[in-house]
C-alpha cells in the first residue's frame, strides 16, 4: 500500500506523467489501444527500496517525445536516497513499460519508437538496474520482422519463482530473430538474468 501512495505522489508531482498508464495519445500502430489497457507491472522492491518506472512527455516538443525514467524512493528501508535515472525516450508514440524486481536487481522494459514516423516499427528494451547504483547493468532488447520490419506491440515483465529467470511477455506483428513457434504472441526467456548474460530463448504462439 505505502508503494502504491508513493507512486501517486509521484504522479501528482509531475503533471505531465503517466504513471504506469496512459500519457497524451500521439499516432498508434495496430494494437496499440490493447497493449495500453494490458499495462503490466510497474513498481516493485529490491533490497528494501521501493521502485517504479514511470515516462513523461517533453513540455513544447513536437511531434510529442516520451522520457522514460526509473525512480527509487527514500524510506526508512532503503539503504539508499531517492535517486531517478533517465532509461531513454520514444518519439511520437506513448511507451509500453513494465517493471520485475527482487534482491538480486531491477529488471525493466519499455516498447518504445525511434522514428516519428507513424509507419516506424516499435521495438522493446530491456535493462537490468543495479539498485544501490543505479546503473544500467545488463542491457538487451527485442525486434521483430526481417531487419526490424515488424513491431513489438508490448512486453510485460515477470520473474519466475526461482527468482533469477525473467521473462517477457506479449504481442508482435512478426517474427522475433530465433524464435520457435509461431503466432503473434511471444515469450522470452532470460536465464540468470541477474548474474549472467545467457542468451534469451523465444516461444511464440
Same mark, same amino acid.
Given at each position: ?115 516519428? =514516423? /507513424? %509507419? ?9 538496474? $543495479?539498485?544501490? !547504483?543505479? &546503473? *544500467? ?11 526490424? =520490419? /515488424? %513491431? ?9 519463482? $526461482?527468482?533469477? !529467470?525473467? &521473462? *517477457? ?27 549472467? !548474460? ?8
Amino acid at each position: 500500500m505505502g508503494m502504491f501512495k508513493r507512486g501517486v505522489y509521484l504522479c501528482a508531482a509531475i503533471a505531465l506523467t503517466a504513471c504506469g498508464g496512459q500519457a497524451p495519445e500521439s499516432q498508434q500502430e495496430p494494437g496499440a489501444e490493447l497493449a495500453t489497457q494490458e499495462a503490466g507491472l510497474t513498481g516493485g522492491t529490491s533490497q528494501g527500496c521501493a521502485f517504479n518506472i514511470f515516462y513523461v512527455q517533453r513540455p513544447g516538443v513536437l511531434p510529442p517525445v516520451y522520457d522514460i525514467r526509473l525512480n527509487r524512493a527514500a524510506s526508512d528501508t532503503c539503504a539508499w536516497g531517492q535517486a531517478s535515472l533517465l532509461l531513454g525516450s520514444s518519439t511520437n508514440f506513448s511507451p509500453r513499460i513494465s517493471l520485475a524486481a527482487n534482491d538480486l536487481g531491477v529488471a525493466v522494459s519499455w516498447v518504445y519508437k525511434n522514428s516519428p =514516423s /507513424g %509507419s516506424s516499427p516499435s521495438v522493446l528494451a530491456l535493462r537490468h538496474v $543495479d539498485p544501490g !547504483t543505479m &546503473t *544500467v547493468v545488463r542491457s538487451e532488447g527485442l525486434s521483430a520482422g526481417m531487419f526490424g =520490419s /515488424g %513491431s513489438i506491440y508490448t512486453g510485460d515483465l515477470n520473474i519466475l519463482t $526461482d527468482g533469477t !529467470t525473467v &521473462t *517477457v511477455t506479449g504481442t508482435k506483428s512478426a517474427a522475433i530473430s530465433g524464435e520457435t513457434g509461431s503466432g503473434s504472441n511471444y515469450v522470452a526467456t532470460y536465464a540468470d538474468f541477474f548474474t549472467s !548474460t545467457t542468451p534469451r530463448t523465444v516461444v511464440a504462439y
